[in-house]
């Protein structure tokens, strides 16, 4: 099984755009990473299995909800820390990277944001420390990129609403013991519930037979007259943009984790063009595997800096739901060529599990197709630079 | 239990190395700083565990510029208490120990802890050197400390064996492998690190006693030759003649 020999390549010196503080965040956490997920992430993905054992040094390390405030558990940091912490957990792996964040963009985000005092006091501190696991419910069997067609529904009675309805695609939910489900009142109007474990009529059964971010596991969640309490809704925002906001989030974050990935990849392939021989060279030697190392690097330069100006955007509160669009397609993109290229270089050896080039394309067949699939992300550019929406009749 | 811990700056072990102004000084440019291996994994790591286990104070001591913030940074992450960093370009051993030992002779430590040496200039003087100014035992190349009231128990390897040391505080020591294990800075630990105090002290004058006239560096690695198996005659040719091993 591989070995993780990883050097981070920075071709145009964008570490000097970096803190100390967000380089040794981004150190700690890649030391971390070698040190406990690469020795076992083959195994995992081979057999399907979600190593919830790391929850809590996932937690140590920050990784979940890295931009919360410090009074709910979170480490108040800006959002180029929580990019990097992503791109080092999908350096590692895709599946790492998807469980980071939606506990912390898709859970712990519409927490802070939208939720009260008391939900923020009894959630966002567990979730933080990897004692809890959360999931995101927005998918349904029947409603993928059009979400707010959505069934599921919740009727209010008295003291209580009744939910009904099911979701499907949901990561880290069968383990979850909080889930933030979307779905619409009698008026239609999509609201956010906090469904947790335990719930009579809930339940999570987990799905099979992905070939792709075996490492996460994924689920459905089912809900069958399922009684929430009250203050179990998230009251600070409603309509389809509160979900929308959190997918901003995560897919700022994927942008990052996906330079991760084709910084592996290209790591891998450069280092494995030198010491290849065929034909009595090393194969580095040849232009066609030049012209596919060149290009490589030359993407993945272009995707840092990009994102990097994206995350000083979202410092700003600047960035737009459109350019955090433009980053997530252009990087997981890119880094899905990446590694098609890579496993290329690596010839017959790039199919093993001696590499990680192949779970890292099939775990991006994934990340090129949830939170907003490619062809989405692209017709939403054109709706903004057009004005006019090509998504909808 | 008042502990000290040198900690210096070194390059990360894929820097490429080279050197300016006439191959007297080593090209900084591009290079990325680690806090030197011995002092952080074994020296720091081991201070912090005996104060975790028997209470008192880790501070870290440098002498360095602004340039060494985020190796101090990254030590008082992993969780020591305060920093003082000396405000000099270490010019020579000599230099570097005498202002670590003017500061350490004030500060009332229980043991100074150095690596056994940095992992680029790879000197091993520092320590016995502030030994000597503080007038202080010196144990070289610890593998393993145990302190127990004021008397401190050290193993060294020896050639084929070991040697257990007994020394009474206050002591300097050099850390070698084995005597703790990587510790890698959590959040909390970061977080932390940024409200820890970090004093800067001016130096006390001082010249230094050595200078570097010339860097070299090693001859290129030969490519590797491929002799064919049934050319035995060749093989014995080349060992004699041009790697003159045979
Ligand atoms: C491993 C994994 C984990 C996931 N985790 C979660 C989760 O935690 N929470 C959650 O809510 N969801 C999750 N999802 C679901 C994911 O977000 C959806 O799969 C995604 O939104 C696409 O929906 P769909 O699969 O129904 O595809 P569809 O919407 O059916 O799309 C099929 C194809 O049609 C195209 N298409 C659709 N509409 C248009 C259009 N108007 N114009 C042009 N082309 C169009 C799409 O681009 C795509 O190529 C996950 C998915 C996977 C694979």
Redesign the interface.
Same mark, same amino acid.
């Given at each position: 099984m591989s070995t993780d020999r990883f #050097?981070a390549h920075d071709y145009y010196?964008m570490?000097e755009l970096l803190t100390? #503080?967000h380089?040794?965040?981004r150190d700690?956490s890649r030391?971390?990473v070698k #040190?406990t997920v690469s020795p076992i992430i083959e195994d995992c993905f081979e057999k399907a299995k979600f190593p919830e054992h790391i929850l809590p040094g996932l937690g140590?390390? @920050?990784a979940f909800g890295?931009y919360i405030p410090?009074e709910y558990g979170g480490? @108040?940091l800006d959002q180029i820390s929580y990019g990097l912490l992503m791109q080092e957990l999908e350096r590692c792996d895709s599946g790492l990277r998807s469980t980071a964040s939606v506990q912390s963009s898709l859970v712990m985000y519409p927490i802070w944001k939208y939720g009260t005092e008391e939900q923020k006091q009894k959630f966002l501190p567990k979730l933080a420390s990897g004692e809890w696991l959360g999931c995101f419910g927005l998918t349904e069997p029947d409603h993928g990129s059009n979400p707010g067609g959505m069934l599921t529904n919740f009727v209010d009675k008295g003291d209580h609403y009744l939910l009904n309805g099911s979701k499907m695609w949901i990561s880290n939910s069968p383990l979850s013991q909080v889930a933030v489900v979307w779905a619409k009142n009698e008026e239609g109007r999509i609201h956010g519930l906090l469904v947790e474990k335990g719930m009579e009529g809930f339940t999570a059964p987990e799905m099979h037979g992905k070939h792709s971010l075996r490492a996460s596991i994924t689920g459905e969640l089912i809900f069958n007259n399922v009684k929430i309490p009250k203050e179990n809704l998230l009251p600070g925002r409603n309509g389809l943009g509160a979900p929308l906001s959190c997918l901003d989030s995560a897919r700022y974050g994927i942008a990052w984790g996906a330079i991760g990935a084709g910084m592996d990849c290209y790591d891998l392939a450069l280092r494995y063009s030198k010491e290849r021989i065929q034909f009595g060279k090393p194969i580095a030697s040849f232009q066609l595997i030049q012209k596919k190392l060149a290009e490589m690097i030359t993407e993945i330069t272009k995707a840092q800096f990009l994102t990097y100006r994206l995350g000083q955007l979202r410092n700003e509160g600047r960035a737009t739901s459109a350019q955090i669009s433009m980053a997530k397609r252009n990087n997981v993109e890119m880094a899905l060529d990446i590694a098609r290229e890579a496993r290329q270089i690596h010839g017959a050896m790039g199919i093993t599990n001696e590499y990680s080039i192949m779970r890292h394309m099939a775990n991006l067949e994934s990340v090129i197709t949830y939170e907003g699939t490619h062809d989405i992300h692209l017709l939403i550019t054109g709706l903004d630079v057009t004005g006019i929406a090509a998504f909808n009749s | 239990m008042k502990l000290l811990v040198c900690i210096s700056k070194a390059p990360d072990t894929?820097s490429k190395i080279a050197f300016t102004d006439g191959n007297t000084k080593f090209d900084e440019n591009?290079v990325?700083y680690i806090v030197n291996p011995y002092d952080e994994w074994y020296a720091l790591v081991r201070a912090l565990e005996i104060v975790e286990a028997s209470g008192g104070t880790v501070t870290t001591i440098t002498v360095g510029t602004e340039a060494d913030?985020?190796v101090i /940074?990254?030590a008082l992450?992993i969780g020591a208490n305060e920093a003082i960093r000396i405000d000099a370009e270490p010019k020579d051993p000599f230099f570097v120990a005498k202002q670590i030992a003017e500061h350490a002779k004030e500060g009332g430590y229980d043991i100074v802890l150095t690596g056994k040496e940095t992992i680029n200039y790879n000197g091993a003087q520092v320590g016995a050197m502030v030994a000597e100014f503080l007038d202080q035992p010196f144990v070289s190349l610890a593998t393993k400390l145990d302190v127990n009231g004021n008397t401190a128990t050290l193993e060294r390897d020896v050639s084929g064996g070991l040697e257990v040391v007994e020394v009474a505080t206050p002591f300097v020591l050099s850390a070698a492998k084995g005597m703790a294990e990587q510790r !890698?800075?959590?959040? /909390?630990g !970061?977080?932390a690190a /940024?409200t820890k105090p970090l004093n800067v002290v001016a130096p006390v004058e001082l010249a230094a006693l050595t200078s570097v006239i010339n860097y070299e560096l090693p001859n290129a690695k030969a490519e590797c030759k491929y002799i064919d198996p049934e050319n035995m005659e060749e093989l014995v040719e080349l060992l004699h003649n041009e790697a003159k091993v045979i």
């Open positions: #050097e010196m570490d100390d #503080e380089k040794l965040i700690s030391a971390w #040190e140590e390390i @920050g890295p410090e480490a @108040g | 894929t591009g990325q913030n985020p /940074r990254k992450a !890698i800075p959590n959040m /909390r !970061i977080m /940024r």
